[in-house]
């Protein structure tokens, strides 16, 4: 494998440009994007999305579409997790090692670090992407890039600036 980094990551996006434009709604492009992550990047082994619960008082995360080991989390409150960090901030958060954060709830045994990204629609927070590893400190900046980048057209997919409704 001679690819470098930078290569492989610009090949991901290109990718997910691709699934973007291909895709007839958003949902489908939330399913290629899970499926994309965690076939091409080594490290990403659990990849999900977390959407809002229309509607949901309290506001409620509820698991979408995912690549990975079945999670007990599929539905989180916006004031637990490393997913209600994310989602109630408005922020990327990126954990090197979940043992020592205390906000973690565990997915799986075998998670070592962890990096949640929200996606916005019209400015809003909508839902968010969320990626476990089993390697620690799996999330440089190259990969918190791709995976803005990726929540980003779902975010886009959401408002339908390609003519998508759902
Ligand atoms: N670890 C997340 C929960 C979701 S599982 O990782 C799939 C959290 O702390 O919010």
Redesign the pocket.
Known sequence: MTTSKPDKVEEIRKAAERLDAEARSTDELMLGITQLLNERMLKYN?V?FYMLEPGADPPMLVLGHYKGAM?P?TR?PLN?????AAASTGKTVVVDD?TKDS?????SLE?KS?I?VPVFKHGVVAGEL?I?SHFPAAFGLEDRELIEYCAGLVGKSLEGKQGKTS
């Open positions: 659990w999900g999670t989390h989180i637990q997790g490393i997913c209600g979940v906000r973690y709830l565990a997915c998670t962890e949640v969320d476990d």
